[in-house]
């Protein structure tokens, strides 16, 4: 499937940055005319996978946290949100709702939530290398013009 148009960014892992990474998806996905729901879809699920690298990836640790986004045919959009910090020994068992290594504060539905709004999600991850959450969601309506 051909990529349309793309976006980078990289930025710290601060929480002062997930608005920040919202507002850069939302930015990049209105060429598309998404509805409401969808935009918002989008940015919770983004919003997530910021926070489990921070929290979870990076842990009290600094780190850069990536997002690489692609509008592609048939309006399909992808980021793929990715850290460089401790990585997930067991996806399986981290992707169960309920499932956390946060400490009592926190929830467990991050992966859960991700895919409740997206088509899809898949995530790959190597300990001691990082991780890579890789989120799919098709838009309905659109008023892209292709290059």
Same mark, same amino acid.
């Given at each position: 499937m051909?990529?349309?148009?793309?976006?980078? &960014?990289? $930025?710290?892992?601060?929480?002062?940055?997930? @608005?920040?990474?919202?507002?850069?998806?939302?930015?990049?996905? *209105?060429?598309?005319?998404?509805?409401i729901n969808e935009l918002t879809d989008i940015k919770t699920a983004v919003s997530e996978a910021v926070t489990n690298c921070i929290v979870h990836g990076y842990e009290d640790n600094a780190g850069i946290i990536y997002i690489k986004?692609?509008?592609?045919?048939?309006?399909? &959009?992808? $980021?793929?949100?990715?850290?460089?910090?401790? @990585?997930?020994?067991?996806?399986?068992?981290?992707?169960?709702? *309920?499932?956390?290594?946060?400490?009592?504060?926190?929830?467990?539905?991050?992966?859960?939530?991700?895919?409740?709004?997206?088509?899809?999600v898949k995530v790959s991850s190597k300990e001691g290398k990082g991780t890579t959450v890789t989120l799919y969601k098709k838009i309905i309506r659109t008023n892209y013009e292709k290059p």
């Amino acid at each position: 499937m051909n990529t349309l148009n793309t976006m980078e &960014i990289k $930025f710290p892992s601060k929480s002062i940055n997930e @608005g920040f990474a919202r507002s850069v998806v939302s930015s990049f996905i *209105l060429q598309l005319d998404p509805t409401i729901n969808e935009l918002t879809d989008i940015k919770t699920a983004v919003s997530e996978a910021v926070t489990n690298c921070i929290v979870h990836g990076y842990e009290d640790n600094a780190g850069i946290i990536y997002i690489k986004g692609e509008i592609r045919e048939d309006n399909l &959009i992808v $980021f793929k949100i990715r850290d460089k910090g401790k @990585g997930i020994p067991d996806i399986k068992k981290a992707m169960e709702p *309920l499932f956390t290594t946060g400490g009592e504060e926190r929830a467990g539905l991050g992966f859960a939530v991700m895919e409740s709004f997206m088509d899809k999600v898949k995530v790959s991850s190597k300990e001691g290398k990082g991780t890579t959450v890789t989120l799919y969601k098709k838009i309905i309506r659109t008023n892209y013009e292709k290059p």
